[in-house]
T-cell receptor, first 116, second 113 residues
Framework: ETGVTQTPRHLVMGMTNKKSLKCEQH?????MYWYKQSAKKPLELMFV???????ENNSVPSRFSPECPNSSHLFLHLHTLQPEDSALYLC???????????????FGSGTRLTVV | AQKVTQAQTEISVVEKEDVTLDCVYE???????LFWYKQPPSGELVFLIR??????QNEISGRYSWNFQKSTSSFNFTITASQVVDSAVYFC??????????FGAGTRLTVKP
């Protein structure tokens, strides 16, 4: 399998639930990202991992917890979310984080999250 | 502040029309990269093009062309003879600052048959 794969594609969870989003890439990339895409808002960068180390955290609430166990896998652990956290969560990977080489990102299809 | 602006929120055209999507950005950097991505209804963002700030030569790829003007900080995207399959949201994304690919708000293009 090639590209970036995200699971699940759709997720409905209650505010007291704990769930995890999974992202997997088989491109040999060294950087991985989580983005949040809400209706009528620009894509928001949440987390950046380079060589499995977190290098960027854009003031994301602690109810979102990322994990990068190896360069091919990235998780986003969710707990006690709010309805306003409902959005499309996109994972991406690149050979290196910007601006090194200006590598483009390869995106997954996203997980559509609904918090009820 | 470093930011990117896609002023056109939505554009609707009839098939075979040409359409240009605008992108203007602000940066303090002298070296940076510019990208365009397409997001079809399936949700996945698809890479279209990458340009670096030293190369102002315009590029054409089939029905797609890009006009980079460093003096005006613009990187516009034109689709010639649009098709229904071009309907999607298009994002301009410059790399502004370290670890920061900044996406514009996107332009939703609808091509009607």
């Amino acid at each position: 399998e090639t590209g970036v794969t995200q699971t699940p594609r759709h997720l409905v969870m209650g505010m007291t639930n704990k769930k995890s989003l999974k992202c997997e890439q088989h491109l040999g990339h060294n950087a991985m990202y989580w983005y949040k895409q809400s209706a009528k808002k620009p894509l928001e960068l949440m987390f950046v991992y380079s060589l499995e180390e977190r290098v960027e955290n854009n003031s994301v609430p602690s109810r979102f917890s990322p994990e990068c166990p190896n360069s091919s896998h990235l998780f986003l652990h969710l707990h006690t979310l709010q309805p306003e956290d409902s959005a499309l969560y996109l994972c991406a990977s690149s050979q290196a984080p910007p601006p090194a080489g200006g590598y483009g990102y390869t995106f997954g299809s996203g997980t559509r999250l609904t918090v009820v | 502040a470093q930011k990117v602006t896609q002023a056109q929120t939505e554009i609707s055209v009839v098939e075979k029309e040409d359409v240009t999507l605008d992108c203007v950005y602000e940066t303090r950097d002298t070296t940076y990269y510019l990208f365009w991505y397409k997001q079809p209804p399936s949700g996945e963002l698809v890479f279209l093009i990458r340009r670096n700030s030293f190369d102002e030569q315009n590029e054409i790829s089939g029905r797609y062309s890009w006009n980079f003007q460093k003096s005006t900080s613009s990187f516009n995207f034109t689709i010639t003879a649009s098709q229904v399959v071009d309907s999607a949201v298009y994002f301009c994304a410059p790399t502004l600052g370290y670890n920061d690919m900044r996406f514009g708000a996107g332009t939703r293009l609808t091509v009607k048959p």
